[in-house]
Nanobody, 118 residues
């Protein structure tokens, strides 16, 4: 299973970016999909997840929106009103079952850098 993330880049404070992450490979079912981020010198933290219900970190509520297209096996993160403190490498994740036994395994994408300038 591969997760291909895209959409990162450099943006000014107050701007917007949209991240995408597509899953491919041997996939029978996907449970949760989500986004995490890691800023320099800090631990990886949850940004938002989507497993039917959505869950967002308090720091991004009202600014970031997670959505999902199950047919495309893709999760999106719309990021608005970006702040310099949102600067980080953003990683997507997905809980994937390879067959009918539904033994879910968590996979990570390669990360995409988001830089917000002040």
């Amino acid at each position: 299973v591969q997760l291909q993330a895209s959409g990162g880049g450099l943006v000014q404070a107050g701007g917007s970016l949209r991240l995408s992450c597509a899953a491919s490979g041997r996939i029978f079912a996907i449970n949760d999909m989500g986004w995490y981020r890691q800023a320099p010198g800090r631990q990886r933290e949850l940004v938002a997840t989507h497993g039917g219900r959505t869950n967002c970190a308090d720091s991004v509520k009202g600014r970031f929106t997670i959505s999902r297209d199950n047919a495309k096996k893709t999760v999106y993160l719309q990021m608005n009103s970006l702040k310099p403190e949102d600067t980080a490498v953003y990683y997507c994740s997905a809980e994937v079952a390879a067959d009918w036994r539904r033994n879910y395994v968590n996979y990570w994408g390669q990360g995409t850098l988001v830089t917000v300038s002040s």
